[in-house]
């Protein structure tokens, strides 16, 4: 989200905020409505300003939805993978989490995983929360874990890996071999 | 009005309206092999869902003068190596819309935004709809 529309959203944010503030007041009686509503229409500033006020607030939702639809969001939480003269080429933290998750699936002894990713200065860190069968030795499960991990974003992905830490969250003492 | 891209002639102007180069560019990057889909917002994946077929979606097309930049979201089936397919993707595009349109393709900027799980009959594509 750029600061310019993060600004936008603050002020259209505000408006609603007074408008809705106020017809609550009005709603419960603490506002007489009549005066202010008097002195507004017979007065042509306060048209006018109230006409402005209108006109920002349709353009800050007008601008909101398109945002919305455009899809260009989908820029965001991106990693750079590659680049040429041509131009670059980029992951996004979605894309990554599939790889991570089909990874970890091929692994015995693992139930659940929830990859938690986030890009470092040397490349990407990630946190493993994992559910696991108790029959499995933890430390070597981590580490096969940690290493195909590692290879499948590297192979896969091109993704340069900076840390991958595991967390065995909890672990499933009823359940059989998930394969 | 729609933004075009001119070329002027001898015998007149010649206009190619910045669809017709998206819609080059989603063709030449849906042929390359690795290439599940392309990815747009989801007002583009509503619109197509009601029947309207849209070979331009997922890409983003700037021109300024004649030289033009373009920027592809797209969704990499399971198994390819992104990298590799990404970058076929740039050759693609580039050669096609320089191509078809005589434009200059000063970039093609690759954004791959999921991955297709395939064999697994579950198609698992996770597409960033955060803000």
């Known amino acids: 989200m750029s600061a310019g529309y993060r600004f936008l959203l603050i002020i259209y944010n505000l408006i609603i905020l007074a408008i809705t503030g106020s ?9 007489k409505i009549t005066p202010y509503l008097e002195y507004a229409m017979n007065n042509t500033q306060s048209r006018m300003l109230i006409i402005l006020i209108s006109v920002i607030v349709i353009l800050l939702a007008l601008i909101g939805i398109v945002k919305a639809l455009s899809g260009e969001s989908k820029r965001k939480d991106s990693f750079p993978i590659g680049g040429s003269s041509v131009g670059d080429i980029s992951i996004t933290i979605p894309a990554i989490i599939v790889i991570i998750n089909k990874a970890v699936k091929s692994i015995q002894g693992v139930r659940e995983v929830k990859p938690k990713v986030r890009f470092g200065k040397d490349g990407l860190i990630i946190n493993l929360y994992m559910l696991i069968n108790p029959e ?34 909890n672990y499933s003492p009823n359940e059989k071999t998930n394969r | 009005m729609e933004n075009m891209n001119e070329n002027k002639t001898a ?4 206009r190619i309206a910045d669809e017709v180069v998206t819609t080059v560019a989603g063709l030449a ?19 197509e ?32 190596t992104i990298p590799s397919v990404a970058d076929m993707v740039q050759k693609e595009v580039k050669t096609a819309v320089q191509n078809m349109t005589g434009l200059e393709v000063v970039a093609v900027n690759v954004h791959v935004v999921g991955v297709l799980l395939k064999k697994e009959n579950s198609a698992e594509i996770l597409v960033d709809s955060e803000g």
């Open chain 1, 23 to 31: 017809v609550l007041s009005i709603m419960i009686g603490q506002v």
């Open chain 1, 136 to 169: 499995f030795n933890m430390p070597s499960m981590s580490m096969d874990v940690q290493n195909a991990v590692k290879e499948h974003l590297d192979r896969i992905g091109g993704v340069t890996v900076s840390s991958i830490s595991v967390l065995i969250d």
């Open chain 2, 11 to 14: 015998l007149g102007v010649v």
């Open chain 2, 29 to 47: 990057a849906m042929e390359v092999a690795g290439v599940a889909s392309m990815s747009g917002g989801w007002g583009t994946e509503l619109v």
């Open chain 2, 49 to 80: 869902k009601l029947g309207k077929k849209n070979f331009g979606k997922g890409i983003k097309v700037e021109v300024n003068e004649q030289q033009t930049k373009i920027d592809i979201f797209l969704v990499v089936e399971y198994g390819y």
